[in-house]
């Protein structure tokens, strides 16, 4: 099993993990304590590695378009706490 902290504060750590279902499982039961606020899984995912990718036959750019956004102005009261 692989997995890397993505973000942590003094109240809450954010985990992604990935390797056998087994493993994966277990490793919910030993957070459990710790209280899990939110869990997600994609379920099984296939990838190829390095060369052999789609990225790589694709001429740069082809694919990617420009996207404009409106911005939004958001509130902090808004947002959830910590």
Do not use: H, W
């Amino acid at each position: 099993m692989q997995g890397k902290v993505v973000d942590i504060s003094e109240t809450k750590c954010m985990v992604e993990i990935s390797g056998i279902p087994t493993k994966l499982e277990r490793f919910i039961e030993l957070c459990n304590p710790y209280g899990i606020i939110e869990l997600s899984r994609t379920g099984v995912v296939a990838m190829q590695r390095k060369d052999k990718s789609l990225s790589t036959l694709i001429p740069d750019g082809e694919l990617v378009g420009l996207k404009e956004f409106e911005r939004q102005i958001m509130d902090e009261k808004d947002l959830p706490p910590g």
